[in-house]
């Protein structure tokens, strides 16, 4: 996090670039868990189903 200035923006972006190499396995792995298409489609599936009048059974 920066403050929302642009220098301190474009301070910080050498930094973010060095260490998403470092980051790139926890962020896809995250994806992967929460995010993927798969995921969220399953996830609002059963949203409905449980708003479904037979309560999803």
């Known amino acids: 996090m920066v403050p929302p200035d ?7 972006l ?3 670039v060095a260490r998403a190499a470092a ?3 926890a962020a896809r792995s995250r ?5 993927h298409p798969d995921v969220v489609t399953k996830r609002l599936i059963d949203v ?3 708003l ?3 309560g999803g059974s």
């Open 6 to 12: 642009p220098a301190a923006f474009a301070a910080a």
């Open 14 to 16: 050498p930094v973010a």
């Open 23 to 25: 980051l790139s396995g």
């Open 31 to 35: 994806y992967e868990r929460i995010f």
């Open 48 to 50: 409905y189903a449980s």
């Open 52 to 54: 479904s009048p037979s």
